[in-house]
């Protein structure tokens, strides 16, 4: 079947800009993760969703990054006002619960200039 | 702080040799430890897991072992074959929280030469 897809692969933009990024998680899966891996990093948490709703949020850096997941499948990671920092592979992440097997997306490289 | 650490950021081995891939953890709450492989421009791949309760976890060509008195784990990869070149991280998880995150070790990208 298919597996978690994410969109766009590659993003750049400038500084200041809004983007998002968008997952599609395995079909069924209720558990939705959103995590960040910068250069030479192993992935950090960000959000985690169960259903529709945001079960935990304390990954998020500060609060120009917000996450939705309105109808319990896509999710989309806003990031308002982008900076230089911001860059960096987002990955999401999905599973059929909370407490199953995790599986990967291909990831959206983000570059701020 | 970093609760799982990769020591080791590279390693490279002959085609048929083994492969050892070592991580350390600082949380005894942890419950599970999982391996994820990773190919450039592609998301992590899992690998293979194993319990906070076991000492071993085997799967065709990979062993993981758990020493929990000593907080550290191993991935055994034999035999190594070209294929098996990419990044290793090692992760861990609690259950039972409100969340189920991965905490996740900085990789060794593993390079197998044939």
């Known amino acids: 079947g298919a597996g978690v897809s994410q969109t766009p692969s590659n993003k750049v933009t400038e500084k200041g800009k809004y983007v998002e990024l968008r997952c599609d998680p395995i079909s069924g899966h209720t558990a939705l993760y959103w995590y960040r891996q910068s250069l030479g990093q192993g992935p950090e948490f960000l959000i985690y969703?169960?259903?529709?709703?945001?079960?935990?949020d304390s990954g998020l850096p500060n609060d120009r990054f917000f996450a939705v997941r309105p109808e319990g499948s896509v999710s989309t990671l806003k990031i308002q006002r982008t900076e230089r920092g911001d860059s960096a592979v987002y990955l999401c992440?999905?599973?059929?619960?909370?407490?199953?097997?995790?599986?990967f997306g291909p990831g959206t490289r983000l570059t701020v200039l | 702080d970093q609760q799982v650490k990769q020591n080791s950021p590279s390693l490279s081995v002959q085609e048929g040799r083994i492969s050892i891939l070592n991580c350390d953890y600082t949380?005894?709450?942890?419950?599970?430890f999982l391996w994820y492989k990773k190919y450039p421009a592609e998301g992590p791949t899992f690998l293979i897991s194993i319990s906070s309760i076991k000492d071993k976890n085997e799967d065709g060509r990979f062993t993981v072992f758990l020493n929990k008195s000593a907080k550290h784990l191993s991935l055994h990869i034999v035999p190594s074959q070209p294929g098996d070149s990419a990044v290793y991280f090692c992760a861990a998880i609690t259950y039972g929280g409100a969340t189920n995150k991965l905490i996740f070790g900085t990789g060794t990208l593993l390079a197998v030469q044939p």
């Open positions: 969703f169960q259903g529709t709703g945001a079960a935990d």
């Open positions: 949380n005894s709450m942890f419950d599970y």
């Open positions: 992440a999905s599973s059929r619960v909370g407490t199953d097997t995790q599986y």
